[in-house]
């Protein structure tokens, strides 16, 4: 079975960056999604990841940046070589890949 | 610990949830909307694909009584016909209502355009082209509570345990996912507007947050839940080819608007070999079409990836064209051109018809503790008609707010931090280093329901799977991480796992109680109907134990 091999970049706000690459297997058709869904399933369940809707595309909370390029995970296709995953670079970060997406008016602040 | 008070507390900012707060807000009550995900966008409503039933009497067509008619004949003797009823009855109100809001439904001149769905006795579903039902809807509602302050709405919120006191709830604790921080909230009435539990099973059209969660909560506060055993299997779910950004019930509009031919591996018609209907129009109903499709499997008459084939190679493309619109180019990015090739769908665990029993005012049995949308039980007895959940979740949540807004006024709110202590310590329970993955459980669990709790059941299998489900929760406390760290994926699945065992629980003992076959609930070991089960199964926690017990319904 062929495989794609996804680098993904880790951590809180005041941690020093890490990235770490995981390889999953790779079928046509596939969403970087689902290597990321695996990858909790099958690798390491604390990474973070924001996602509803799975693979409608209705619900919007699963944007990451993917070699450079701001997508949502659940469209853009993964591919049977190494794809660099990293949380948006614009919004503040949660942690690993969640970044505070929510508008303003409707967050807690604690 | 952060607190915070209102006058109605609603759980989930689904459709339902967000009806319930414009409306307990008409009535004068603070709200505070809470919703595990982000606002209006997690849970079901937000990906309806097409149809919404409701009985416009404009011109005279049509009467909400030919649609309550319709609904207690698709329910199969086991509709509670007060819901039903409110349903049939309120949804048209909702439907006008969601109109004036500027949602969009699709027009034809100056009239609204009617969809005929299976199980319908007329075209009754209106729609918002193309595909964009949920979306409109959720987009809708999420503008009029922006216009309304006396709602509170906060995302990223994660109810975890309800509050009982003396009997009554008031409030819940809840987690601050972004944080992993306890926050307790006060309210004079609380609702669960958390949506089913699709995501019990491997094949399903679920989103991530249709756990059984509310289920849980509603049982561990003393609620009861009925028609537990019946799970609506959508039956023509996209199985392959893999697509991505669409949802798999896709293909319900393309149905309405075109027919399409159900074919099975051999590439026959076989609907009606099963006593339904199909051939090239879109009339039988979920439960039969599901049961044609899985003994077709049964009998090595699958498609490749164990399905049926949907065909639309019939139609021209100026037809696919205008059914489908813009899907069509989505399609084709996909690689699919339905003039050339066939598709393979199989029947994917869609919606739930039972849930937290309630009255015709949406109140359980513990007072202040109301239910609407998807997690009430009752108002689609043994099968839910095509278009009812949206109707469902718009009616239910109106006339909940509008309940529990009434039963607030008359509480005095308790906010002492005693009353929230326990939830609180819940939270913190648990060990740094979890000893198994939730995440590789859940999946295990979804196979557990599909194999032996899905849309076929035999005692052997149902019995299997309780042990394995109360072997999972055996379990549960070696692999709880205890909350504080930001955005916890493994805490969230942990808790996940121990909604869905428990539910799954109440899914797999009410079947196996059922000793006949009815609507969504088939037992192998059981074909028929039998007129003595034409009841209600009512369960709820005893001392900790899952009780289970038979309640008529009503003439």
Same mark, same amino acid.
Request: hydrophobic content about 40%.
């Given at each position: 079975?062929?495989?794609?091999?996804?680098?993904?970049?880790?951590?809180?706000?005041?941690?020093?960056?890490?990235?770490?690459?995981?390889?999953?297997?790779?079928?046509?058709?596939?969403?970087?999604?689902?290597?990321?869904?695996?990858?909790?399933?099958?690798?390491?369940?604390?990474?973070?990841?924001?996602?509803?809707? =799975?693979?409608?595309?209705?619900?919007?909370?699963?944007?990451?940046?993917?070699?450079?390029?701001?997508?949502?995970?659940?469209?853009?296709?993964?591919?049977?070589?190494?794809?660099?995953?990293?949380?948006?670079?614009?919004?503040?970060?949660?942690?690993?890949?969640?970044?505070?997406?929510?508008?303003?008016?409707?967050?807690?602040?604690? | 610990?952060?607190?915070?008070?209102?006058?109605?507390?609603?759980?989930?900012?689904?459709?339902?949830?967000?009806?319930?707060?414009?409306?307990?807000?008409?009535?004068?009550?603070?709200?505070?909307?809470?919703?595990?995900?982000?606002?209006?966008?997690?849970?079901?409503?937000?990906?309806?694909?097409?149809?919404?039933?409701?009985?416009?009497?404009?011109?005279?067509?049509?009467?909400?009584?030919?649609?309550?008619?319709?609904?207690?004949?698709?329910?199969?003797?086991?509709?509670?016909?007060?819901?039903?009823?409110?349903?049939?009855?309120?949804?048209?109100?909702?439907? %006008?209502?969601?109109?004036?809001?500027?949602?969009?439904?699709?027009?034809?001149?100056?009239?609204?355009?009617?969809?005929?769905?299976?199980?319908?006795?007329?075209?009754?579903?209106?729609?918002?082209?193309?595909?964009?039902?949920?979306?409109?809807?959720?987009?809708?509602?999420?503008?009029?509570?922006?216009?309304?302050?006396?709602?509170?709405?906060?995302?990223?919120?994660?109810?975890?345990?309800?509050?009982?006191?003396?009997?009554?709830?008031?409030?819940?604790?809840?987690?601050?996912?972004?944080?992993?921080?306890?926050?307790?909230? /006060?309210?004079?009435?609380?609702?669960?507007?958390?949506?089913?539990?699709?995501?019990?099973?491997?094949?399903?059209?679920?989103?991530?947050?249709?756990?059984?969660?509310?289920?849980?909560?509603?049982?561990?506060?003393?609620?009861?839940?009925?028609?537990?055993?019946?799970?609506?299997?959508?039956?023509?779910?996209?199985?392959?080819?893999?697509?991505?950004?669409?949802?798999?019930?896709?293909?319900?509009?393309?149905?309405?608007?075109?027919?399409?031919?159900?074919?099975?591996?051999?590439?026959?018609?076989?609907?009606?070999?099963?006593?339904?209907?199909?051939?090239?129009?879109?009339?039988?109903?979920?439960?039969?079409? =599901?049961?044609?499709?899985?003994?077709?499997?049964?009998?090595?008459?699958?498609?490749?990836?164990?399905?049926?084939?949907?065909?639309?190679?019939?139609?021209?493309?100026?037809?696919?064209?205008?059914?489908?619109?813009?899907?069509?180019?989505?399609?084709?990015?996909?690689?699919?051109?339905?003039?050339?090739?066939?598709?393979?769908?199989?029947?994917?665990?869609?919606?739930?018809?039972?849930?937290?029993?309630?009255?015709?005012?949406?109140?359980?049995?513990?007072?202040?503790?109301?239910?609407?949308?998807?997690?009430?039980?009752?108002?689609?007895?043994?099968?839910?008609?095509?278009?009812?959940?949206?109707?469902?979740?718009?009616?239910?949540?109106?006339?909940?707010?509008?309940?529990?807004?009434?039963?607030?006024?008359?509480?005095?709110?308790?906010?002492?931090?005693?009353?929230?202590?326990?939830?609180?310590?819940?939270?913190?329970?648990?060990?740094?280093?979890? %000893?198994?993955?939730?995440?590789?459980?859940?999946?295990?669990?979804?196979?557990?329901?599909?194999?032996?709790?899905?849309?076929?059941?035999?005692?052997?299998?149902?019995?299997?799977?309780?042990? /394995?489900?109360?072997?999972?929760?055996?379990?549960?406390?070696?692999?709880?991480?205890?909350?504080?760290?930001?955005?916890? =994926?493994?805490?969230?699945?942990?808790?996940?796992?121990?909604?869905?065992?428990?539910?799954?629980?109440?899914?797999?003992?009410?079947?196996? /109680?059922?000793?006949?076959?009815?609507?969504?609930?088939?037992?192998?070991?059981?074909?028929?109907?039998?007129?003595?089960?034409?009841?209600?199964?009512?369960?709820?926690?005893?001392?900790?134990?899952?009780?289970?017990?038979?309640?008529?319904?009503? /003439?």
């Amino acid at each position: 079975m062929e495989k794609a091999t996804l680098v993904i970049r880790r951590g809180g706000p005041g941690d020093a960056p890490r990235t770490e690459a995981h390889e999953v297997p790779f079928e046509a058709g596939q969403s970087v999604l689902d290597g990321l869904r695996w990858i909790r399933i099958h690798r390491d369940p604390t990474l973070a990841i924001r996602y509803s809707c =799975t693979n409608a595309n209705t619900c919007k909370e699963c944007m990451v940046q993917v070699d450079g390029e701001t997508v949502y995970a659940c469209t853009a296709r993964l591919q049977a070589r190494e794809m660099r995953v990293e949380p948006l670079p614009n919004k503040p970060l949660v942690r690993d890949l969640v970044t505070d997406i929510a508008p303003p008016g409707e967050r807690l602040r604690t | 610990m952060s607190h915070l008070g209102s006058d109605v507390l609603v759980i989930g900012a689904g459709g339902a949830g967000m009806y319930a707060a414009l409306e307990a807000a008409r009535r004068g009550c603070s709200v505070l909307l809470a919703e595990r995900s982000l606002i209006g966008r997690g849970g079901a409503t937000v990906m309806a694909q097409m149809t919404v039933a409701a009985a416009l009497e404009d011109q005279g067509r049509d009467h909400w009584r030919h649609h309550y008619a319709d609904t207690l004949a698709a329910g199969r003797g086991l509709c509670q016909p007060a819901l039903a009823r409110l349903l049939c009855e309120d949804g048209p109100r909702r439907i %006008r209502e969601m109109d004036g809001w500027g949602v969009g439904w699709a027009r034809e001149g100056g009239r609204l355009k009617r969809a005929l769905a299976p199980g319908h006795d007329r075209a009754r579903c209106v729609y918002v082209d193309y595909l964009n039902t949920g979306p409109a809807v959720s987009k809708t509602l999420r503008a009029q509570l922006n216009r309304v302050p006396e709602i509170r709405r906060v995302g990223e919120l994660r109810v975890t345990d309800l509050v009982v006191r003396e009997g009554e709830c008031v409030g819940a604790v809840a987690l601050h996912v972004p944080t992993g921080r306890a926050v307790s909230l /006060a309210a004079g009435a609380t609702i669960i507007a958390t949506g089913g539990l699709t995501r019990l099973y491997r094949r399903n059209s679920a989103s991530l947050n249709m756990g059984g969660d509310g289920y849980a909560l509603a049982l561990a506060a003393g609620a009861e839940l009925i028609d537990m055993e019946f799970v609506q299997f959508f039956p023509i779910g996209h199985l392959a080819p893999r697509l991505i950004g669409m949802d798999p019930i896709m293909w319900d509009p393309f149905r309405y608007k075109l027919g399409g031919r159900l074919l099975n591996g051999a590439g026959e018609e076989f609907v009606h070999k099963y006593g339904a209907t199909d051939a090239g129009a879109y009339v039988a109903t979920r439960d039969l079409a =599901t049961y044609a499709i899985e003994k077709e499997v049964a009998a090595g008459l699958g498609s490749p990836h164990g399905g049926a084939y949907l065909s639309f190679e019939h139609c021209s493309e100026e037809a696919l064209r205008a059914a489908g619109g813009p899907v069509i180019d989505r399609l084709a990015a996909n690689g699919i051109d339905l003039r050339r090739a066939r598709v393979e769908v199989a029947p994917m665990a869609h919606y739930h018809m039972g849930g937290v029993r309630v009255d015709a005012a949406m109140a359980t049995r513990v007072p202040g503790l109301y239910a609407a949308g998807e997690a009430v039980g009752g108002a689609n007895g043994a099968n839910r008609l095509s278009g009812n959940a949206i109707t469902e979740a718009l009616a239910f949540g109106a006339r909940s707010g509008h309940c529990a807004a009434d039963h607030a006024q008359g509480i005095a709110r308790r906010a002492d931090a005693a009353l929230f202590a326990a939830g609180r310590e819940r939270l913190s329970a648990g060990g740094r280093q979890p %000893r198994f993955n939730a995440a590789a459980r859940i999946q295990a669990l979804q196979n557990l329901m599909q194999d032996y709790v899905g849309p076929f059941r035999t005692q052997a299998g149902l019995v299997r799977a309780l042990e /394995a489900l109360g072997a999972m929760r055996a379990e549960l406390d070696a692999g709880r991480p205890s909350a504080g760290a930001p955005f916890d =994926t493994a805490l969230a699945d942990w808790m996940d796992l121990e909604a869905m065992s428990r539910v799954g629980q109440c899914v797999a003992q009410a079947a196996l /109680a059922r000793t006949e076959s009815r609507g969504a609930h088939q037992r192998e070991d059981y074909p028929a109907t039998s007129e003595g089960w034409r009841c209600s199964q009512a369960l709820a926690l005893d001392g900790g134990e899952l009780r289970i017990e038979r309640r008529a319904v009503a /003439a």
